[in-house]
């Protein structure tokens, strides 16, 4: 396996969070060192890495230096400015590519990429003016979310039109940013797959994960989901359609809706995924393990799940339930040693566990 | 629970070796920071510590300024001064404490308190002369083991006696160190516990597992162990026997031979252990964390097993074998960071899991 990067080898992660921190340690049990890359001062995956760069996406020359002093480049998050990977790529290899990049940053470009794939998405139409807006209600109707293209996350960025009567108020909000207006979806449940690609185009899932929203923000995960084993199946399938028709190298988050259509693509991130924490306990190679063996060349571990597991995120004032969370029997606790707690902030999570039933 | 370390809280480990290192993640896992003491450069913990110090334990100012910069220190192995313990001590408490490295630090004090508890030990002998010596042979006989008091581990200070004609070689190995000459014991096979006792005195015992050597260095660990139920709470029964009489806050490995006659304590470390590493896949809280949850007076995890697991140590030129090893189901990999690979150097461990029978 000459392609294997070999152990001792530094692996840069651009983005200190919670992401990146998880990365930071599947890749030290592989023997692998870390260089994070990060605007933020005292980042949580510093406190688990070998070095940390503080420095912004615009300072070339720290990026150059960073580039430098590793074997490959991944990333947290897939908001990275296209001058940053230009000046990075121009050293060493990204991965997942950037492909995968450019589809994922911009959501009218992902719903084109997804829907000339076959694969079902939500009724939307871009929208980058006024009069854009007056006929993306006329074809998409209402209720509705518009949503900026690029840089949202965790609701942000979205404004709902419960009629057309909203549409204004909803393009203000939106601050001329270019925009997708999404039809409502009438769905049962939101699942999401886990899916890994290696270097050499296999792939490996994990099961389907069912996952609860509170405020915008991912709640719970639940595995087993509440699927057939047919809608399993297609789950998989598509997720891998997705990363094959990319040649995809690492972990990606694909999440479903689950409608009496079948599932509907909701988006895809290019990343380990929040509703993949649950790997963590519940398989013998986890996801975040598997992205750093799909960008280090190394063989995908095969994923299994040994366990049911529900994965909570721990936010905001969740914090003040560590002390009973502690005195739990099969609770396992991640915390992501940020500094300060805020209202929305993801703190950490805990993933409880039972034997697996099905 | 207002003696709960807050997260956030640093955790000083001495000693900067794979243990420290597993260590160190388990503390980033509960949102702990942690500092690393150690004497040599580029220590394996350090890859995945908040912060490090290249210190000798001569260096009062050094560990000083460490301990005023942690909140509670900790360990990864036994055979630290008396000096330095003073000195660090004088600022922050040191977990496991005091009483359990006098013990541990030297085999004639460890088995006069283990037999004073009423345990079973191999036949032994106080031997600093010659005089002691032709008089420990003449009371324990041969085939019997001489073994430095201090500092022996992997096999290390240790000489084989087949008849007394070796009496006179073995203490010339021993280059005048204080020895104890031990009796060999006839037992089919080695087990241990990991054992845990918490800051309130709460015990959780791990699942006794099964030890094999191989060149004097551990070889596998299995779980579960070939015990019978009586001996397995035998086994647990002792070890938490050995904790509560040294009021012992945090994780201890406890090593005993199966014998006819019932279980003998072979040698116990006060520290997180190379026979607990299968603890890792094997139940929800590893012994890395059940050490750290204690030392930072946390409630201990339960320490439940859900599967069965053979943990082998990867030792010089086993590392050969990991790129086969990765294509494995179900093994778990965990390498270790060493820069250099040497003959006898534990360079990693692989935890191969399959569902639990019993």
């Not at 933020?40 to 996406?57: E, H, I, L």
């Not at 939500?122 to 006024?130: D, G, I, M, R, T």
């Not at 929305?344 to 566990?353: A, F, L, Q, T, Y």
Request: aromatic share 6%.
């Amino acid at each position: 396996m000459t392609d294997m990067l070999p152990t001792g080898a530094t692996i840069g992660i651009l983005g200190g969070g919670q992401l990146g921190r998880m990365l930071s340690v599947a890749a030290s049990r592989l023997g692998f060192k870390t260089h994070i890359f990060e605007p933020g001062a005292n980042p949580p995956a510093g406190q688990v890495a070998d070095r940390v760069t503080t420095a912004g996406y615009d300072d070339i020359a720290a990026l150059e230096a960073f580039a430098d002093s590793v074997d490959v480049i991944t990333y947290e998050f897939e908001n990275i400015p296209t001058t940053a990977l230009d000046a990075l790529e121009a050293h060493k290899p990204i991965r997942p590519g950037r492909e995968a990049l450019r589809v994922s940053q911009d959501r009218l470009t992902e719903k084109d990429f997804l829907s000339g794939l076959g694969l079902k998405v939500a009724p939307y139409a871009n929208v980058e003016s006024p009069d854009d807006m007056a006929s993306a209600v006329a074809q998409i109707g209402a209720p509705s979310i518009l949503k900026t293209r690029r840089f949202g996350y965790d609701g942000k960025g979205q404004a709902r039109l419960k009629s057309g009567a909203d549409a204004d108020a909803a393009l203000v909000d939106m601050q001329g940013a270019p925009a997708v207006l999404e039809g409502f979806v009438t769905f049962t449940h939101e699942v999401s797959v886990i899916a890994a690609r290696g270097i050499g185009g296999d792939v490996a899932c994990f099961d389907p994960g069912q996952n609860v929203h509170k405020d915008g923000i991912l709640d719970t995960t639940t595995v087993p989901a509440n699927l057939t084993a047919s809608q399993r199946m297609d789950a998989v399938l598509l997720a891998a359609n997705i990363l094959n028709a990319l040649d995809y190298v690492g972990v990606m988050g694909v999440e479903l809706f689950v409608t009496q259509q079948g599932l509907i693509v909701n988006e895809i991130a290019p990343r380990v995924h929040n509703s993949g924490h649950w790997t963590q306990q519940g398989c013998t190679i986890d996801q975040f393990e598997q992205h750093i063996r799909a960008v280090a060349g190394w063989p995908l571990g095969d994923g299994s799940r040994y366990a049911d597991v529900v994965m909570e995120n721990l936010i905001g004032d969740d914090m003040d339930r560590v002390p009973e969370i502690t005195r739990e029997g099969n609770a396992s606790l991640h915390l992501y040693g940020k500094a300060d707690t805020k209202p929305g902030r993801k703190m950490g999570h805990v993933n409880r566990i039972t034997p697996r039933q099905n």
